[in-house]
Antibody
Framework: EVQLVESGGGLVQPGGSLRLSCAAS????????MHWVRQVPGKGLVWVSR????????DYADSVKGRFTISRDNAKNTLYLQMNSLRAEDTAVYYC?????????WGRGTLVTVSS | DIVMTQSPDSLAVSLGERATINCKSS????????????LAWYQQRPGQPPKVLIS???TRESGVPDRFSGSGSGTDFTLTISSLQAEDVAVYYC?????????FGPGTKVDIK
């Protein structure tokens, strides 16, 4: 089945770090640009980051620039989001998405909670 | 950065009636290289991830019922549900993919009246 499965979410203290993973199945992962989008429960979607096929080009929302790093391992069909210096306002469900210009495939998300 | 707005924030429509959602971008998303509007509509049902309904402002994605249609160009766009069904209860988002950051609209919640 063509799918994306996120993992790595959990409870972390303010100032802490977390690395999210997104495992891709049944499509040619290495040929697709990939995204992270987040959503505070009950609120709207917020675009976070994008990476090109070989990882040489990345883009970030201003709110995470300098704190988050998107990367990928095409041999493992896996997308990552390294999140450092986490703040309470980073609490959200984090979705990975496959790009087809727009996001045409979404994972089910992983919840990150930043709290002491 | 392009800012996306949507109206209304929410609407309640009777089953079988039309629902119309508007989306506006702070600058044109009609790209000179593709000659297309870089605008997508997503549906997010409760407890589910988003699902793309419409791309390029008016192209219905595979498997999407034909009661969903998108229109507009430049900065003003509309998503229309021609005959609302119970399964259409959801929040609908527009998003531009013109250039990063690829912002979403704030969402429009659609309910049954």
């Amino acid at each position: 089945e063509v799918q994306l499965v996120e993992s790595g979410g959990g409870l972390v203290q303010p100032g802490g770090s977390l690395r999210l993973s997104c495992a891709a199945s049944e499509f040619s992962f290495g040929t697709r640009w990939m995204h992270w989008v987040r959503q505070v429960p009950g609120k709207g979607l917020v675009w976070v980051s994008r990476i090109n096929t070989d990882g040489s080009s990345t883009d970030y929302a201003d709110s995470v620039k300098g704190r988050f790093t998107i990367s990928r391992d095409n041999a493992k069909n896996t997308l990552y989001l390294q999140m450092n210096s986490l703040r309470a306002e980073d609490t959200a469900v984090y979705y990975c998405g496959r790009e087809n210009w727009f996001i045409d495939l979404w994972g089910r998300g992983t919840l990150v909670t930043v709290s002491s | 950065d392009i800012v996306m707005t949507q109206s209304p924030d929410s609407l309640a429509v009777s089953l079988g009636e039309r629902a119309t959602i508007n989306c506006k971008s702070s600058q044109s998303v009609l790209h000179s290289s593709t000659k297309r509007n870089h605008l997508a509509w997503y549906q997010q049902r409760p407890g589910q991830p988003p699902k793309v309904l419409i791309s390029w402002a008016s192209t219905r994605e595979s498997g999407v019922p034909d009661r969903f249609s998108g229109s507009g160009s430049g900065t003003d766009f509309t998503l229309t549900i021609s005959s609302l069904q119970a399964e259409d209860v959801a929040v609908y988002y527009c998003q531009h993919y013109y250039s990063p950051p690829f912002s979403f609209g704030p969402g429009t919640k659609v309910d049954i009246k």
